[in-house]
């Protein structure tokens, strides 16, 4: 073996511990914060039902003047960057497609028209509000889709701008906000409509942002109504693929169209349909199974973290001065989008009772 062959390795393991070394402190600062945020959120639900990844995100925001200094910046990057998109790409192993399909033709065709109004909804208030078209996309995907999770995907398929961080942090918050405030008023819109028990968890699901919120306000109406809220809520989840690429394309036509697009290779979101399928398939193969389910398990639990990794690491890149000072428009804008799909969504669900 030549001196040069053995040699290569070890440049390479000494690549890799210079590039680890770089990003261990903010990788660490967000780590520390995900910890605290996971341990706190079982005390803070007793008083209000605040998950964990928004204390993560309030944690990260409070501490933005410490995590400013130039040590922190290339793991905070990171984890917004990187860990994100696969964090994001392992949502895939929660779904499943038998369950979907037992959603039923007509609830899943007013899913999709509603999803797609609001994305629109999303839009067109930006414009009108001369906001930042993306922020109007931010606004649209996280409330017709998943919140947080959605909001997140999102901003890795738009290009940087600026106030996009101020803007991501913004949306989050505000879809959780508004998501508890649906838990507890759309159960009683419900039984004002006479919705069964079976659309009642349709509806829902339809409509709230976050899924811990559809669980909460599904279960607190029966079993059958979140039986089906989470079913719905689903379907939304999965149909978070199509949905993020198609607004990267849609922003990639307009760069191109300013002589600035770059073509997004979206792997992240090909992994998470990937991983659907997978999903569905190996329970049809029992002899996978014991095999399979400690795998789902430890993934899952990679994704929950890494979701959470990452929310710290965007508090900790955004400061409160940016978010506070982004208005009454940005909250405009959200609480239309949140009207809209319910409107839609509703509307939808009563010609088809």
């Not at 399909?101 to 109004?117: E, P």
């Not at 339809?206 to 059958?224: E, L, M, R």
């Not at 792997?267 to 002899?287: D, E, G, Q, R």
Request: hydrophobic residues 60%; glycine residues 10%.
């Amino acid at each position: 073996m030549s001196v040069d062959s053995k040699a290569a390795p070890n440049s390479m393991m000494s690549d890799a511990f210079a590039s680890l070394r770089k990003l261990a402190p903010g990788l660490g600062f967000a780590a520390v914060i995900s910890i605290i945020a996971y341990i706190a959120a079982p005390l803070v639900a007793k008083v209000a039902p605040i998950p964990a990844i928004i204390i993560a995100l309030i944690i990260g925001v409070a501490l933005n003047p410490v995590a400013v200094r130039p040590i922190y910046q290339p793991g905070i990057t990171f984890a917004v960057k990187k860990i994100l998109r696969w964090a994001v790409a392992l949502l895939g192993l929660k779904i499943a497609l038998g369950d979907i399909y037992g959603i039923g033709l007509g609830a899943a065709l007013i899913v999709i028209v509603a999803m797609a109004a609001t994305v629109l909804a999303g839009l067109a208030m930006a414009r009108l509000l001369g906001q930042a078209e993306e922020y109007g996309a931010l606004a649209g995907v996280g409330t017709a889709v998943c919140g947080a999770s959605a909001t997140l995907a999102t901003a890795t398929a738009l290009p940087d701008y600026r106030g996009k961080e101020a803007d991501v942090v913004f949306v989050v918050v505000a879809v959780n906000a508004l998501s508890t405030v649906a838990m507890i008023a759309y159960p009683a819109i419900c039984r004002w409509l006479g919705f069964s028990d079976h659309l009642t968890g349709v509806m829902l699901g339809a409509t709230i942002h976050d899924v811990a919120q559809v669980v909460g306000a599904g279960y607190a109406v029966s079993d059958t109504a979140g039986n089906s809220a989470v079913i719905v809520k689903l379907y939304r989840v999965f149909l978070l693929l199509p949905v993020v690429m198609i607004v990267g394309w849609y922003f990639v036509r307009r760069g191109a169209a300013a002589g600035h697009a770059k073509v997004p290779v979206p792997v992240f979101a090909i992994m998470f349909l990937v991983l659907c399928v997978i999903n569905s398939v190996v329970p049809l193969a029992p002899p996978l199974m014991p095999i399979y389910a400690p795998i789902k398990s430890f993934l899952g639990e990679a994704s929950t973290w890494g979701l959470l990794l990452a929310i710290a690491a965007l508090g900790l890149g955004t400061s409160f001065g940016a978010v506070r000072a982004l208005g009454l428009r940005h909250i405009a804008t959200v609480t239309v989008t949140t009207i809209v799909i319910l409107v839609v969504a509703t509307g939808g669900l009563m010609l088809l009772r």
